[in-house]
């Protein structure tokens, strides 16, 4: 348990230091968080750098070199062959390398290396396009880590690859050198500033195209997909040195170079979809299928072994045929491919599916199988397959490992290979004798496997266990002509190998790359080439537990990173993942670690958490860090906190006229004055508890409304209003409504007057003025203030709905949320009447109920022509995000949500607590809504997210209800 701090002189560990572009920081919390990645490997860095840029890199770089540390770049650390972890510097690439550019209407796009691929595909969307890669990490993978490994993905083949459809680079050389190979005169600069470099490269050309087994080599062994050691096929497809050099340093991890910048060829974008799962009685006539599927045109052909079948089989959320197949004898040696064919239009998606019908119609199936274009059909159907982490990561047994790995093999060898892959798991008790058993699944098109093992490494005999399961699939891959690394990377649990994968020849043409680039091997040692046959046992993550009420939260977690682009924290402190790592650092750390550690993670870790609880949303465990981080805070308060929590909660309509009186004083004293009262009181009372005032608090807002609203024919109520208290806490942005007299009125009133025209009745629970969602207890660790303000919450509905029958219409997104979570602070019967309550926002209300009404009675919407859309996090949670935009649809000719739009950080008042939080978690998105020039209006659906986009942005943002009332004020007469 730790102590709330009473100062915010914790905000920054030291020692940090200040570079020429560049941050550099070697306090030990900073070490200890960036040490963890998506790998199964462990190497704490001794100093991490933040650069603001190429140039910063480069002085980060020869910092790194005047201390003797080598150096590790660091993106989305998503990488799962440890190429993406480093004990010398490790400089983080990703915070402040996130532009895009979308080039020739979308054909082409120039990202920075920090840029993760589902942001781009964002850009890219707009135009029909998105990148060739997909690899299934693409809401955290990076641009720089798709270059750096190569990526490929489901789809992808050997000719969507990033080799395949890059362009041009910049690209920064281990001596500081800059090339841009897009230049006209690239090559000729590459030869007078790197001529040993640009000489070697063109010798090294010659000496591979002129031997016919290193040429024929180089062919097979790229004729599949394959990241095991360097791109040697560039020396073949490129006949320049600045062009070979360009596409060594796809897939070469960090270890000849950087890539700044990279230009892509696109894709077009196939949005008309079809999908079908096939289940045969047998890998043979599974794999049998394969090569007639292919030739249907089919965009993935997954393949699932019957391992993975009995977990699909035992997820309550899986098609109900798949669950099925688990009853009765059960799953024996059924094998399942999941086909999917993709097009531009409906005519382009026909003949496929014709084609597709042809081949399904004569396989021997064991269950009826159906083309489906149903979304949600389909979704149930990839469940299957992408499921497949979720549950066997998320099951593993304490302390073990979950170790995702990947190989290719050529297509006609995949029935052997996946029969020897089941007697090497029996051999080695991965089979479920020793361990969970391992599945196998992959992308049977290309010939490439995935399997999942749990071992233990940190026990002796597992690790001895595992080190001779390791060299046995060496045999079995190589055996059947494959490649020991297909998408993955060749990082170092499989750099010992390389030389075995290529033979002695080739393996000398790989080492010499490595010496002509970085010829002090300060970039990325260990990764790719190594000396140390034991490189791939060495520095090995052993999983620990994070113990106290923390560790059935968070043990599961793989460390994947999946949640970090979401997280709003994610470029001022920590992330989830990070937060979770040092939970389970904590646990194990010596004292004098453990005592610095704790004092810092007070501030870095909790209070900067905005608890949207986004990080669930994108954790493939379903890990919710604000949950956990909000357990955090209700533990640091001591009872007498509590008790005043609760206090609260009873008399919460006097205390928010009290708050509301203190935003009308603020908002008639100067700023200058209330702003430096507020900052002496953060200092002497503390930072998460006093707010900052600035000049963009608004004043006091209308009080809550408790009369009922009539419906138009007299009849019963549609609905109950709750409406929010932050309405009456802070006033509507005073001229985010353009044009139309009167200006914005605040949700409420906006939701009220809408329903008037529409004709819809509303009631109004009794004593809405002392109600409230509990968000502000739940959030600030107050558990009792939310179960005593959810009880009384409860009453009130459960009066105002008549037992549940009306359904509760919030007018905040966040509210609405809290409102949906109240069951979790009741206890028995309170519960379960509160889960038979309907609670509904006001957006999805308005969708679903008042726009078609509004129709009928002939009201007439006066349309804007373009409409900025910040969704929030608790709109995302409520899945209600399409609501939001049709209704913004409805009042605008064209309805933006920009591509960078995440959560805003606000969070109630930590927006107000830690300002830094949110002008952190809004800077990529306010960028774009800046770039893209001024809007008529600016939209989103909760009051202190408007608050924090305005903020951002300098524009005026209100609720969307606020601007389609003023769009039908005049029809209203």
């Known amino acids: 348990m730790t102590a709330r701090p009473t100062t915010g002189g914790m905000r920054r560990p030291r020692p940090r230091e200040e570079g020429a572009g560049y941050e550099l920081r070697t306090d030990l919390l900073s070490r200890v968080a960036h040490a963890h990645d998506a790998s199964h490997y462990l190497l704490r860095p001794e100093a991490v750098a933040r650069a603001d840029g190429l140039d910063g890199v480069v002085a980060a770089m020869r910092e790194a070199s005047r201390r003797g540390l080598p150096v590790t770049f660091r993106s989305g650390g998503t990488s799962l062959s440890g190429q993406a972890s480093g004990a010398g510097m490790l400089i983080d690439t990703r915070t402040r390398f996130t532009r ?8 082409r796009v120039r990202c920075q290396p920090g840029a993760t691929l589902r942001l781009v595909n964002g850009h890219l969307a707009r135009h029909g396009r998105r990148l060739g890669p997909d690899p299934a990490s693409e809401i955290a ?5 798709v270059v750096a490994n190569n990526s490929s993905g489901m789809s992808s083949g050997t000719t969507r690859t990033a080799y395949r459809t890059v362009e041009s680079m910049t690209v920064v050389l281990a001596g500081g050198t800059v090339v841009d190979t897009g230049a006209a005169d690239a090559d000729e600069r590459l030869a007078a500033l790197e001529p040993d470099l640009h000489h070697g490269l063109a010798a090294l050309r010659d000496r591979v195209r002129s031997s016919t087994a290193m040429r024929a080599e180089v062919e097979r062994q790229f004729a599949m997909k394959n990241t095991m050691g360097y791109s040697v096929n560039a020396l073949l497809d490129h006949d320049t040195p600045v062009k070979i050099l360009e596409h060594l340093l796809v897939g070469s991890e960090g270890t000849l170079g950087w890539v700044a910048d990279v230009t892509f060829r696109t894709v077009p974008l196939l949005t008309k979809v079809a999908t079908t799962l096939l289940v045969m009685d047998s890998l043979e006539r599974a794999t049998d299928a394969l090569v007639p599927l292919g030739a249907t045109g089919a965009e993935a052909i997954e393949l699932m072994d019957a391992a993975s079948l009995r977990v699909a089989a035992a997820d309550p959320k899986a098609d109900p045929s798949m669950r099925a197949l688990g009853q009765g004898a059960g799953i024996t040696g059924q094998t399942a491919l999941l086909v999917e064919y993709r097009a531009a239009t409906d005519e382009g998606l026909a003949p496929l599916q014709d084609a597709a019908r ?14 489906t274009t149903d979304p949600a059909t389909r979704e149930r159907l990839w469940r299957v397959r992408k499921g497949l982490y979720t549950a066997v990561a998320g099951a593993r047994p304490a302390g073990a490992t979950a170790l995702l790995e990947d190989v290719v093999v050529p297509v006609p060898d995949l029935t052997a290979t996946v029969r020897d892959l089941g007697g090497l798991f029996a051999r080695h008790g991965y089979d479920g004798t020793l361990n969970d058993e391992a599945v196998t699944f992959g992308h049977a098109k290309d010939g490439n496997l995935h399997f999942m093992i749990s071992p233990r490494l940190g026990d002796a005999a597992e690790l001895d266990r595992y080190a001779a399961f390791s060299d046995d699939l060496v045999d079995l891959v190589l055996g059947h002509g494959g490649s020991l690394k297909a998408e993955h990377g060749t990082g170092r649990i499989m750099a010992p190998f390389v030389h075995r994968q290529y033979g002695d020849d080739l393996y000398a043409v790989m080492r010499e790359i490595k010496r002509l680039f970085d010829p002090r091997n300060v970039l990325n040692p260990g990764v790719v080439i190594t000396d140390d046959p034991t490189e791939h046992l060495r520095d090995l993550k052993v999983e620990a537990s994070a113990g106290g009420e923390d560790a059935a939260l968070v043990d599961r977690c793989v460390e994947c990173g999946y949640c970090e682009p979401g997280c709003p924290s994610r470029t001022v402190t920590t992330t989830p993942r990070q937060r979770i790592a040092l939970l389970k650092e904590l646990a194990v750390a010596p004292p004098e670690e453990r005592e610095e550690l704790q004092r810092a993670y007070e501030y870095w870790g909790v209070q900067t958490c905005a608890a949207d609880s986004m990080c669930v949303e994108a954790c493939p465990v379903g890990i919710d860090t604000g949950v956990v981080m909000k357990g955090h805070r209700a533990r640091s308060n001591p ?12 008399s919460w309509g006097p205390v928010v006229d009290v708050l509301r009186g203190a935003l009308g004083v603020a908002a008639k004293v100067p700023t200058p004055v209330v702003r430096a009262a507020s900052e002496v009181a953060r200092g002497l009372v503390g930072t998460d508890v006093v707010p900052r005032v600035d000049d963009d608090l608004p004043g006091p807002g209308l009080r809550r409304e408790a009369d009922d609203l009539p419906a138009a024919d007299g009849g019963a109520p549609r609905a109950v209003l709750f409406a929010s208290c932050m309405g009456e806490l802070f006033a509507p942005a005073p001229r ?6 009167g200006g914005a009125v605040g949700a409420e009133h906006a939701f009220r007057t809408l329903c008037e025209r529409a004709g819809i009745g509303l009631a109004v629970p009794e004593g809405i003025g002392g109600l409230c969602c509990g968000t502000p207890w739940v959030s600030k660790g107050l558990p009792d203030g939310a179960a005593r303000m959810a009880r009384q919450v409860l009453d009130a509905l459960w009066t105002a709905t008549r037992g549940g029958e009306l359904p509760v219409v919030c007018d905040a997104s966040s509210c609405t949320h809290g409102l949906v979570e109240t069951p ?18 006001a957006v999805t209300f308005v969708r679903t109920d008042v726009l078609p009404a509004l129709a009928e009675r002939g009201v007439e919407i006066e349309l804007q022509d373009s409409v900025v859309v910040h969704p929030t996090c608790a709109t995302v949670h409520l899945g209600a995000v399409d609501d939001l935009r049709a209704v913004a649809a409805a009042v605008a000719d064209e309805a933006v949500v920009p591509a960078a739009w995440g959560c805003c950080g606000f969070a109630g008042d930590r927006g107000m607590l830690h300002p830094e939080l949110t002008a952190a978690a809004t800077h990529a998105e306010a960028t774009e809504v800046l770039a893209g020039g001024r809007a008529d209006a600016y939209v989103s659906n909760n009051r202190t997210c408007e608050m924090g986009m305005t903020r951002a942005t300098g524009r005026d943002y209100v609720h969307v209800l606020e601007l389609l009332e003023a769009a039908t004020r005049s029809a209203a007469g």
Do not use: N, S
């Not at 993978?141 to 880590?145: D, E, F, H, P, S």
């Not at 985010?736 to 007299?741: C, I, S, T, W």
């Open 100 to 107: 895009v550019e979308v080039l020739d209407g979308g054909e």
């Open 736 to 741: 985010g409504v353009p044009e139309v007299d």
């Open 141 to 145: 993978c990076t641009v720089g880590g």
């Open 358 to 371: 042809a081949v399904v119609d004569g396989l021997a199936l064991e269950l009826p199988a159906t083309l």
């Open 824 to 841: 979790h602070h009741l206890a028995g019967e309170d519960a379960e009447r509160f889960a038979r309550l309907r609670i509904v926002d």
């Open 639 to 650: 009872a007498l906190v509590q008790k005043g929590g609760e206090a609260l909660a009873g």
